[in-house]
């Protein structure tokens, strides 16, 4: 009898683990979430930036941006933090301002770890409001890439990178001019 219980207690004990190893985390909708939190509202000034992306937890990977950097007639500003979560990169992020300070060329791209190929998509869709998917080609397999258009008239593309294999990495981007608020 003793055996048959530990035998029982083995199987269930193995199955736990399998379920938990096959449910990996998907960041898909946490990748959306903070793309739509950063980079969808088109921040216009770096400082903008930065203050976003602290109150999300991220970490920045330079020193801070200050208001001499976001003076003069040509701003060219290169931010990058980091999302660490439970001693984990989770997701990291770059936007690089350059041109004119009173319209600068932004290009503001977030990044996860975890996402899924299947989901991502979607979830930009209804999330994001992006319409008129192409999907692009790629040279691999284990890669998808597409973009979107965004915003009111022909309006800006979105774009989006996922890798489906492990550490599962997506990324989602835009490209826009900023104008002051």
């Known amino acids: 009898m003793r055996r048959v219980v530990r035998f029982a207690l083995a199987g269930i004990t193995l199955l736990a683990l399998a379920s938990a190893a096959g449910a990996e985390e998907d960041n898909s909708a946490l990748l959306v979430d903070l793309f739509a939190k ?4 088109k921040p216009a000034r770096p400082s903008q930036v930065e203050r976003i992306a602290g109150s ?16 003069g007639p040509k701003i060219d500003i290169l931010y990058s933090a980091k999302l660490i979560r439970r001693g984990e990169r989770l997701g990291s992020m770059t936007v690089y301002f350059a041109g004119p300070d009173d319209g600068p060329s932004v290009t503001c791209s977030v990044s996860a770890v975890g996402v899924s190929a299947d989901t991502l998509p979607g979830l930009i869709e209804t999330s994001l409001k992006a319409r008129e998917r192409i999907d692009e080609p790629s ?3 284990n890669h998808r890439r597409a973009s979107w258009h965004v915003g009111a008239g022909s309006g800006e593309a979105l774009e989006m990178s996922v890798w489906r294999t492990s550490p599962h990495r997506g990324s989602i981007s835009i490209n826009y001019f900023a104008t002051k608020r």
């Open 38 to 41: 950063i980079c969808a509202p």
């Open 56 to 71: 999300l937890g991220f970490v920045s990977d330079g020193g801070p941006i200050t208001a001499e950097m976001e003076r």
């Open 139 to 141: 040279n691999d397999d």
